[in-house]
């Protein structure tokens, strides 16, 4: 149980174009998902925290209207990066917090999508 | 404010000999840590965690890790380390001011040579 799932795994797209990358959870309702950005050989930078129904909380210095999320039911978040270019090529990853986990802040991953914008 | 340091940025050991990854942590209070692992282009996978107990924490594929509060330390081991093993590892710290949002470390990559 508990398992993530994001798509697409990888999207090549144009500078200018949006690009959007859906999270779902497959076994359980997850009401938190968290949106993460890695670079290369770097670590995992918190970009958002997905509330089911209501606004995304944003970290410091993300833009909001760049990235938008969007948690319109209990399985699936979404992240659409808006007028993309090339510097927002990058590793996004999803994650939710299963039930099981609700208590102690276990999170459970999805595979990560890559992004590149040419 | 909650952090984890990871000090090492890669690891080398050979297959068959015990692997050590370290992770410091600086907390306000009892602190939730976790270790995850990363193969590449892929997501993150839960190791294990300590949240109370026993300082001896075991989780998947034979993965043990030992919480010291003295030392503020919670360094992953293995006893016999395999090729298999070799991937990013990443420590980790529950951010208290968001309930369940992870901190985590820089991540320490863990060569293991035939």
């Known amino acids: 149980g508990a398992v993530v799932s994001q798509h697409p795994s990888r999207v090549i797209c144009k500078s200018g174009t949006s690009v959007k990358i859906e999270c779902r959870s497959l076994?359980?309702?997850?009401?938190?998902m968290f949106w993460y950005r890695q670079f290369p050989k770097q670590s995992l930078m918190l970009m958002a925290t997905?509330?089911?129904?209501?606004?995304?909380?944003?970290e410091q210095g993300v833009e909001k209207d760049k990235f938008l999320i969007n948690h319109a039911s209990l399985t699936l978040s979404t992240l659409t990066v808006t007028s993309a270019h090339p510097e927002d090529s990058s590793f996004y990853i999803c994650?939710?917090?299963?039930?099981?986990?609700?208590?102690?802040?276990?999170?459970?991953f999805g595979e990560g999508s890559r992004l590149t914008v040419l | 404010a909650q952090s984890v340091a990871q000090p090492e940025d890669q690891v080398n050991v050979a297959e068959g000999n015990p692997l050590t990854v370290k992770c410091t942590y600086s907390?306000?209070?009892?602190?939730?840590l976790f270790w995850y692992v990363q193969y590449p282009n892929r997501g993150l996978q839960f190791l294990l965690k300590?949240?109370?107990?026993?300082?001896l924490v075991k989780g998947s594929y034979g993965f043990e890790a030992e919480f010291n509060k003295s030392q503020t330390s919670f360094h992953l081991k293995k006893p016999s380390a395999l090729v298999s093993d070799s991937a990013l590892y990443f420590c980790?710290?529950?951010?208290?001011?968001?309930?369940?949002?992870?901190?985590f470390g820089t991540g320490t990559r863990l060569l293991v040579s035939p």
């Open positions: 076994d359980f309702q997850a009401t938190t």
């Open positions: 980790a710290v529950r951010f208290l001011r968001g309930f369940q949002k992870l901190v």
């Open positions: 907390v306000s209070g009892n602190p939730y």
């Open positions: 994650s939710a917090s299963a039930p099981r986990g609700a208590n102690t802040g276990e999170l459970f």
């Open positions: 997905s509330n089911e129904g209501s606004k995304a909380t944003y």
């Open positions: 300590y949240i109370t107990g026993d300082n």
